[in-house]
């Protein structure tokens, strides 16, 4: 059975793919789509959000793994075609919200219009200088040959090629798309940022400082994700002077610790963002549930018998 239209496709606009990159544009219709087409997610302040877990999104883009998924929505975010905003007030649900920045140049149709023809060269006679390029053509087709070879139990192949130099210039280039290195490294930066002023730190911009913090954002960590550790790893060490001296780039992002800190975080997290009281988390329920140490256990449980 064929996959042509068997099911609903994603039909995009091959200028919107100009425009923003074909994952970028793949997505953000289908934003489009939960927006304008369907009455879920919520408005504030006139505007509609929508949203949609990680599993949700995957499940519409089965052909992404989860950290293609979380560039792609990042990069939305950066180019700012798309908005994701946490609307609920309470400090525990920390759900994102999405909507579309309708506003921005880059999906107005007759500005990327003009762009594209801007960059279109188009010959203005055939006297133009044009590049030299080389074409190799082959005057007799290879599969024809076998297949008369087949037919007349001639096992020889003629395959005479000519080179013919043709000229031409390149007449509509592709749109020039931000380097991924150059977007990491600004993401890099955002965390960088974050860090220092969480933790009254100045570190500079160097290698030394990015490099595991870029490492992380190129396999598919948010700076979301890299924020919350931060300011976990603050909450924890903060008050401890000689546990403070690990708050540092080269510590809380290293590959080895990076997974169980961002763990700890997202728990840390839902529990509320507990403040850390003497060493110990103040919050006694749950996972933060410092110690059982000053649990009385000579009291019978309610519903039981003595």
């Known amino acids: 059975m064929s996959l042509l239209m068997t099911s609903r496709p994603i039909v995009i606009n091959p200028d919107l793919a100009y425009s ?24 504030s302040d006139g505007v509609r959000w929508i949203y949609n877990t990680t599993e949700q999104w995957l499940e519409q883009f089965p052909f992404w793994s989860e950290s293609t998924l979380k560039r792609t929505f990042t990069r939305l975010k950066t180019l700012g075609v798309l908005k994701i905003e946490q609307l609920n007030k309470s400090q525990r ?13 880059l999906l107005d149709e007759v500005k990327v219009t003009e762009s594209k023809r801007s960059k279109c060269a188009v010959p203005s006679g055939q006297n133009d200088t ?22 007349t139990d001639d096992p020889t192949e003629n395959t005479t090629e000519s080179t013919t130099e043709i000229t031409g210039k ?30 009254n730190s100045r570190y500079q911009v160097s290698t030394a400082s990015l490099q595991n913090i870029r490492a992380r954002i190129g396999e598919g960590f948010t700076v979301e994700e890299l924020s919350l550790v931060v300011d976990y790893c ?42 850390r009281v003497n060493g110990e988390w103040a919050r006694e329920d749950g996972i933060f549930k410092p110690s059982f140490k000053n649990t009385d256990y000579s009291a019978i449980p309610p519903g039981f018998r003595g």
């Open 170 to 199: 390149d007449s509509c280039p592709v749109a020039v798309q931000p380097d991924r290195d150059v977007l990491i490294t600004d993401q890099a930066k955002q965390v960088l940022v974050h860090l220092n002023q969480v933790t």
């Open 234 to 275: 603050n909450a924890k060490w903060g008050d401890d002077l000689k546990m403070s001296d690990y708050l540092r780039p080269q510590t809380l992002f290293q590959t080895s610790k990076f997974p169980g800190y961002l763990k700890s975080a997202n728990n840390w997290d839902k529990a509320g963002r507990p403040a």
């Open 20 to 43: 923003i990159g074909l994952n970028e544009a793949i997505a953000l219709q289908q934003i489009n789509y939960w927006l304008q087409e369907t009455k879920s997610g919520m408005e």
């Open 130 to 151: 044009m590049e030299e390029v080389k074409v190799t053509r082959s005057i007799r087709s290879k599969r024809t040959d076998v297949i008369r070879s087949k037919c």
């Open 93 to 105: 649900d920390m759900t994102n919200f999405y909507t579309i920045n309708y506003e921005s140049e």
